[in-house]
């Protein structure tokens, strides 16, 4: 009986709705729960779930919020090692260390990687 019962339960398929779990900051999940009971507060109608207003979000996000996102998770050597990247396009004999010495030194103007005259 025992290998009848595991084909039979290896015949069962999964349903095809995927549920995952997400880890939100307490402030995130507080935010949530308060457009969630502001969208509630109607007569009438199902329930606005969360699922709902999170989709709805993802909807909005365009590709400055993207870039927004990309910029805001680079670490101080990240950022760092694209404004090298950047210059050194246009200065091929700078080393790193010069760059790295210019940037300290004040001879190059913050973020435009510019030389200054």
Do not use: C, W
Not at 76 to 102: C, H, P, S
Not at 112 to 117: K, L, Q, R, Y
């Amino acid at each position: 009986m025992g290998i009848e019962k595991a084909k039979a339960t290896s015949a069962i398929k999964p349903t095809k709705r995927y549920l995952a779990t997400l880890r939100l900051k307490r402030s995130t999940a507080t935010a949530l729960q308060t457009i969630l009971a502001k969208a509630n507060k109607k007569e009438g109608g199902k329930r606005v779930r969360a699922e709902q207003a999170i989709a709805l979000g993802l909807s909005l996000i365009g590709p400055e919020h993207i870039e927004k996102l990309q910029q805001s998770s680079l670490s101080n050597v990240d950022r760092f090692e694209d404004l090298y990247r950047q210059y050194a396009a246009r200065n091929k004999d700078l080393t790193k260390d010069q760059f790295m010495g210019m940037l300290i030194d004040g001879q190059l103007q913050d973020r435009t990687v510019t030389a200054v005259s």
